[in-house]
C-alpha cells in the first residue's frame, strides 16, 4: 500500500528560497538588521506603554 498516498508538495516561498539560496553571510546580515528593528520597535513600545500608564 506504500505510494498509494501522494504527500502534497508545498509552493515555494520567498522566505524558503531565501534560507535555501542565502549564503551564511547574508542570512546573518538580514538576521541582524531584523533583530535591530525588532529591539527598536520594542523599546518604543515600552516607552509609549509608560507614557500611558502614568
Same mark, same amino acid.
Given at each position: 500500500?506504500?505510494?498509494?498516498?501522494? +504527500? +502534497? &508538495? *508545498?509552493?515555494?516561498?520567498?522566505? !524558503?528560497?531565501?534560507?535555501?539560496? %542565502?549564503? %551564511?553571510? +547574508?542570512?546573518?546580515? &538580514?538576521? !541582524?538588521? &531584523?533583530?535591530?528593528? *525588532?529591539?527598536?520597535? =520594542?523599546?518604543?513600545?515600552?516607552? =509609549? *506603554?509608560?507614557? =500611558?500608564?502614568?
Amino acid at each position: 500500500m506504500l505510494g498509494i498516498f501522494k +504527500e +502534497e &508538495v *508545498a509552493e515555494s516561498t520567498p522566505l !524558503s528560497d531565501f534560507f535555501r539560496n %542565502a549564503s %551564511a553571510k +547574508e542570512k546573518k546580515r &538580514v538576521f !541582524s538588521e &531584523v533583530s535591530k528593528k *525588532a529591539s527598536e520597535d =520594542q523599546l518604543k513600545l515600552i516607552k =509609549q *506603554a509608560g507614557k =500611558q500608564s502614568r
